[in-house]
Each structure stands twice: as C-alpha cells, then as structure tokens.
C-alpha cells in the first residue's frame, strides 16, 4: 500500500501568490516524521520543512510551512509569496520509527508564472 | 563542507556491462542509503547500511549489489545493467536512524541510461 499519497501531479501559480501541494500519508506507527523536499531542475534533493508526529504547532521555515492534520493524515506544504525560483518538484516523504527509510510520494511539480 | 558526493553525475552504458556508482559522505554517519528515482513513483530504497559490514535490502534490490567496507563509502553495484534500470539515483546519509526526525543528506544524484 501506498505511504504517501500526492494527488497534484502539476500546479501552476502566479508569482506572489501562495501555493498548497497536498500530502496524505498512510502509518499505524505512532512515531513518524513528514519531511518536504524540493528538487530543482538540477535535480539535487533540497530538505525544507520537518513535521513529527507529536509537534504540537505547525512547522514553519521562512516561506514554507506545513499544514498538519494528524487525525486526516494530512501534511500540505504551503509556500507563501511564490517566486519564480519555486519552480520544481516537490517530494513528501515520511520516516516511521520502525522502518529504515524515507518513503516517499510520487511528487508535485510545480510551475511559477511571472 | 559537509557533503555526500555521489560519481559520475550522468552515465550511459550498455546492457549487461558492469558499472559502479560511487558515494561517499565526509560526516562520519553511520547511516547509508540507495535510492531510484522515477517519473509516478517518486523516490524508492535500493540498498540500505546501518554501519559498516551491515547492509539489507530496501524495496527494489533486484539487480544492485552494494558493499560497505569503510564507514565514508557506499558504492552501488549493477553486475548486469539492463534498460529497466534506467533512472535518477540517490545516495543518502544520516548520522544513524535512532530518531525519526534524523536529517537525511542526499548526493546530487547520478542519471543512469542503460541502452
């Protein structure tokens, strides 16, 4: 079964507006984290946000912050004030604390227009 | 600077010519990983190695081999390429895997066409 579930296959968005990439996760584990990644054309893997599973409060990293709803299994990532610089691929991944990897979704390109 | 590099960044060989990618991390992490990226699927474990001398097996290992005999190196083997390996891959290190909130470094990855 699926872990992560990204819906969004692409997105387009206007420069300065704010963009929300969907993530659904799948774990029976209590313990787990939720990471976002951004991988660029030049197709490094750049961490962004971290969201565990006990964190009370919403994970926020400058523009970047994440919409936790444990009870849906949800963990979107908000990007504010989308820059032209925005546009790439974005990966939710989840580590459960009886597993030794990242799983991830199948990621959300993302496109910025001017 | 810490970093993990991974070589070469682009490869394309042959079907059924041995080849290996290389990975190493200048972070003394005890944690090393393999991964295969591809369009759909997003990112998938190949390989995995908790330390030296200690590696298992991810969720796609058909084909690869890897080997752990310094703590620094974690090269993937591919014995006999084929077209269906074919792919971006990854190499990733954490300090261990005690924590899930651990962060994973990656390399810069390394395109494989196999032809």
């Known amino acids: 079964a699926q872990k992560i579930t990204q819906t969004q296959p692409g997105m387009f968005v206007q420069e300065k507006e704010a963009v929300t990439l969907d993530c659904t996760y799948d774990?029976?584990?209590?313990?787990?984290?939720l990471f976002w990644y951004k991988q660029p054309s030049s197709g490094e893997m750049i961490f962004l946000i971290y969201?565990?599973?006990?964190?009370?409060q919403n994970a926020t990293e400058g523009r970047y912050s994440l919409n936790f709803q444990k009870a849906r299994k949800s963990a979107n990532l908000v990007i504010s004030a989308s820059q032209l610089g925005d546009s790439a691929m974005y990966f939710c991944?989840?580590?459960?604390?009886?597993?030794?990897?990242?799983?991830f979704g199948a990621g959300t390109t993302v496109t910025v227009r001017a | 600077e810490a970093q993990v590099t991974q070589n070469p960044r682009y490869l394309i060989t042959v079907t059924g010519k041995k080849l290996t990618v290389t990975c190493s991390q200048n972070?003394?992490?005890?944690?090393m990983s393999w991964y295969r990226q591809d369009p759909g699927l997003g990112l998938r474990q190949i390989y995995y190695?908790?330390?030296?001398?200690?590696?298992d097996k991810g969720d796609v290992p058909e084909g690869y081999k890897v080997s752990r005999k310094e703590k620094r190196n974690f090269p993937l083997i591919l014995e006999s390429p084929s077209p269906n390996q074919t792919s971006l891959y990854f190499c990733?290190?954490?300090?261990?895997?005690?924590?899930?909130?651990?962060?994973?470094?990656f390399g810069q990855g390394t395109r494989l066409t196999v032809v």
């Open positions: 969201q565990g599973s006990y964190d009370q």
């Open positions: 990733a290190s954490s300090l261990n895997m005690d924590r899930v909130d651990t962060e994973a470094f």
């Open positions: 190695s908790m330390n030296v001398e200690v590696t």
């Open positions: 972070m003394n992490h005890e944690y």
């Open positions: 991944a989840m580590r459960e604390r009886n597993d030794y990897k990242l799983s």
């Open positions: 774990t029976s584990d209590p313990s787990y984290g």
